[in-house]
C-alpha cells in the first residue's frame, strides 16, 4: 500500500482494500461460511447490541490507514473511512449516531478522538443526527495486546450513560477487535433508554 498522505489513499490502495464480503453472521458481522443468525464469535455471549458492521477487514493495509488516523493525527482520514462505510454498511434505521467516548489521557494526548469524527462523517452522510449518548465511567487499560477475556474484564463497567438515549441508536466506533467495547458501550446506551443498538465501524478483526 502507498503511504498515507494528508489523509489520501490513492485510487488502486483504495480499491485492494479488503472489504468484508457476506455472508456474514446476522448478529456480530462476522463473515461466514452461510448465512447464520449467530456464528462461533458471538454464540453463547450476552450481547447488548442487536448488530455489528464493518466496511473492512482489519488487516495490514487497513492498520496503516488506522494508524495513520489515530497516531499520527490525520484528521482527514475520517472523511475517507466514512465513504468507505457509506458504500458497505446499510444505513441504519436509527434516531440518532452517538459514538464510543475516548480515553481521557489519549484524548488530550491526540487533541481529538477518530470515533467522534467518525460519526459526525457518518451523520452528514446519513442526515442523522450525532448525539453524546455514553461517557467514560472510569479508566481502563488499553485493550491492545490483551486476550478476548480480559478486553471483556477490561472494560466491564467502563461506561454510563451521558443522558437519555432514544431507542434506536447506531453506535459507532473505529474498529471492532472482539465486541468487548461496543457491548460495553451498548449496555451503557441501555440503561440510558435504547433498546435497539446498531454498531458500525470503519473496521473489524476476522478470525
Known amino acids: 500500500m502507498?503511504?498515507?498522505?494528508d489523509g489520501y489513499v490513492?485510487?488502486?490502495?483504495?480499491?485492494?482494500?479488503?472489504?468484508?464480503?457476506?455472508?456474514?453472521?446476522?448478529r456480530c458481522g462476522a463473515p461466514?461460511?452461510?448465512?447464520?443468525?449467530?456464528?462461533?464469535?458471538?454464540?453463547?455471549?450476552?450481547?447488548?447490541?442487536a448488530s455489528a458492521r464493518a466496511a473492512l477487514m482489519y488487516e495490514d493495509g487497513v492498520r496503516a490507514v488506522v494508524a495513520a488516523w489515530k497516531e499520527r493525527g490525520l484528521r482527514r482520514v475520517a472523511a475517507l473511512a466514512a465513504e468507505l462505510v457509506v458504500e458497505s454498511v446499510p444505513r441504519p434505521e436509527a434516531a440518532a449516531l452517538?459514538?464510543?467516548?475516548?480515553?481521557r489521557d489519549r484524548n488530550l494526548r491526540r487533541g481529538y478522538h477518530p470515533a467522534e469524527r467518525l460519526a459526525h462523517e457518518l451523520g452528514e452522510?446519513?442526515?442523522?443526527?450525532?448525539?453524546?449518548?455514553?461517557?467514560?465511567?472510569?479508566?481502563?487499560?488499553?485493550?491492545?495486546?490483551?486476550?478476548?477475556?480480559?478486553?471483556?474484564?477490561n472494560v466491564r463497567g467502563a461506561f454510563a450513560p451521558a443522558r437519555p438515549a432514544p431507542t434506536r441508536v447506531a453506535l459507532v466506533d473505529?474498529?471492532?477487535?472482539?465486541?468487548?467495547?461496543?457491548?460495553?458501550a451498548a449496555?451503557?446506551?441501555?440503561?440510558?433508554?435504547?433498546?435497539?443498538?446498531?454498531?458500525?465501524?470503519?473496521a473489524r478483526a476476522v478470525r
Not at 490502495?13 to 446476522?26: E, F, H, Q, Y
Not at 461466514?32 to 450476552?46: L, S
Not at 443526527?129 to 478476548?148: I, W
Open 32 to 49: 461466514t461460511a452461510w448465512p447464520v443468525a449467530r456464528c462461533a464469535e458471538c454464540a453463547g455471549r450476552r450481547l447488548a447490541f
Open 2 to 5: 502507498c503511504r498515507v498522505a
Open 10 to 26: 490513492c485510487d488502486p490502495c483504495r480499491g485492494a482494500l479488503p472489504r468484508i464480503p457476506p455472508p456474514l453472521c446476522d
Open 98 to 103: 452517538t459514538f464510543v467516548p475516548p480515553d
Open 174 to 184: 473505529d474498529v471492532y477487535t472482539s465486541g468487548a467495547t461496543a457491548n460495553a
Open 187 to 202: 449496555s451503557a446506551l441501555r440503561k440510558g433508554g435504547a433498546r435497539d443498538i446498531d454498531v458500525v465501524t470503519f
Open 125 to 153: 452522510r446519513w442526515e442523522l443526527p450525532v448525539e453524546s449518548l455514553v461517557t467514560r465511567a472510569g479508566s481502563s487499560r488499553r485493550q491492545r495486546g490483551l486476550s478476548r477475556d480480559d478486553r471483556r474484564r
